[in-house]
């Protein structure tokens, strides 16, 4: 991975330890409403796992899930809510950020189309 690739890894992951649990649940809505259950979505997944894959990335791919499950945690555990809808919600957000995060490690391998699509639910969410 390129230094200035690991630098924005870097910033993104940082920002995701600062999200709310507002934001969180706007990431999850926007997931949500994207259908990930789309062929394009679905498509660019696999690409995006072949990427890692071909690229020797399985360790990055795992500390940067980790860095995300935590930082949703955190956010949750900070309400002490409980709920199984926003659980559920948190599930769906978590997925969508580690894809974010690793289309931006990957944005030099992916196609445009492919990043703009993994990174889309992130965009306008993050933003607090």
């Not at 409403?33 to 690229?55: C, K, M, N, P, W």
């Not at 499950?69 to 580690?98: C, F, G, K, M, N």
């Amino acid at each position: 991975m390129a230094p200035h690739t690991a630098n924005a890894l870097a910033r993104f992951l940082e920002s995701v330890e600062e999200l709310s649990l507002e934001q969180w649940l706007r990431i999850a809505d926007a997931a949500l409403s994207v259908d990930a259950g789309t062929t394009a979505y679905q498509l660019a997944g696999r690409r995006l796992d072949a990427a890692i894959a071909e690229r020797g990335l399985g360790l990055t791919s795992w500390f940067v899930r980790d860095a995300v499950d935590t930082a949703v945690q955190e956010a949750i555990l900070a309400r002490r809510i409980h709920h199984r809808p926003v659980l559920s919600a948190a599930r769906a957000a978590r997925e969508a950020v580690y894809r974010a995060a690793m289309a931006l490690a990957l944005r030099d391998w992916l196609s445009r189309p492919d990043y703009d699509i993994l990174s889309a639910t992130c965009r306008s969410s993050m933003a607090t």
